[in-house]
């Protein structure tokens, strides 16, 4: 997924206006947008470990950092422990 990428190449590199492709872009930031409001879901939702996930996922070079990774661990731990409670109750 590199929307974000695609679009900043496209921006950077001015096409003639004949080469556009309007419908493809529009596409593009549609993508975009979902993604951008899917992070701010999971930020919000303070889900470290699935915000790691989807960064790592649209930027392969991303490399959290230990202190970032940790929290993420504990984030899964805290999902897993909320999910056996709600499976007692």
């Known amino acids: 997924m590199n929307c974000l990428r695609s679009l900043d190449n496209r921006a950077s ?5 004949q ?5 493809r872009t529009q ?3 549609r993508r ?3 993604v951008l ?7 919000e939702a303070r889900n470290v470990h699935g915000l790691i996930s ?3 996922f649209i930027v392969p070079e991303y490399s959290p950092s230990e202190e970032l990774v940790s ?5 899964q731990l805290d ?7 709600q499976e007692t109750t």
């Open 13 to 17: 590199a001015e096409p003639p206006a």
């Open 19 to 23: 080469d556009l492709d309007v419908g």
């Open 27 to 29: 596409g593009q930031v």
């Open 32 to 34: 975009c947008a979902q």
């Open 37 to 43: 409001e899917h992070l701010l879901a999971l930020v």
């Open 54 to 56: 989807k960064l790592v």
């Open 71 to 75: 929290l993420a661990e504990v984030d």
């Open 79 to 85: 999902l897993a422990l909320s999910s056996v409670g």
